[in-house]
């Protein structure tokens, strides 16, 4: 039984030791250098508006409707898209009808909205929902087709506009990995700060 008692006295030690360390100094010690060094990531990496109030993350995609701003991709997440607790794509695969028929009405959509020709090509971003519905990025191309949409609605040269799409578009990871991308939040909220 002492032997027993032992052993016991030492598992239940080694278990109190271990949960200190990692469930409490280990993740402190994490938390600590990622606010130390990485300030605006460790909270999700959320914007503000001008006024300091909370708008969104640089992380997530949200819906913007009307003619004075730049349209995300399209979102399936949830009942109305955009929804971060629902996360997801359509699972609609490349032979499915009913894809094709939302692409059809997306591109006709989308050419109306910007003014553009029956016969002008549509960025493939601009029509299909990413596989996570909550993409925060629209390509390069997808906003250039949208620049002369949003000055003629804010009334701003499209020089302007075009000067604020490049500056909210984030280059590749390490100048090779993906793609350039524009991130919306930010372009729409630097457009609004004019």
Excluded: W
């Excluded at 200190?20 to 909270?43: E, H, M, N, Q, W």
């Excluded at 949200?62 to 349209?71: A, L, R």
């Excluded at 699972?91 to 002008?120: C, F, H, M, W």
């Excluded at 302007?160 to 990871?173: G, Q």
């Amino acid at each position: 039984m002492k032997a027993f008692l032992s052993e016991l006295r030492g598992a239940i030690v080694s278990t109190a030791v271990l949960a200190v360390v990692c469930c409490g100094l280990y993740p402190a010690a994490v938390t600590g250098i990622s606010r130390l060094c990485f300030k605006s990531k460790v909270d999700g990496s959320l914007i503000t508006d001008k006024n300091g109030v909370i708008r969104g993350s640089s992380l997530l995609g949200q819906n913007f409707s009307g003619e004075k701003y730049f349209q995300p991709r399209p979102s399936s997440a949830g009942a109305n898209g955009y929804d971060a607790s629902s996360s997801s794509g359509s699972n609609l695969g490349p032979t499915s009808q009913k894809l094709a028929d939302a692409i059809k009405e997306r591109v006709a959509a989308y050419r109306t909205t910007n003014g553009l020709a029956a016969d002008q090509a549509v960025p493939a971003d601009a029509v299909t929902a990413s596989g996570s519905g909550l993409d925060p990025h629209i390509s390069p191309a997808n906003a250039a087709l949208q620049i002369a949409r949003v000055a003629k609605a804010r009334n701003l040269p499209a020089d302007k506009v075009r000067e604020l799409v490049a500056a909210n578009t984030d280059s590749e990871d390490l100048g090779l990995l993906g793609d350039p991308g524009v991130n919306v939040l930010k372009l729409n909220l630097a457009l609004d700060s004019l």
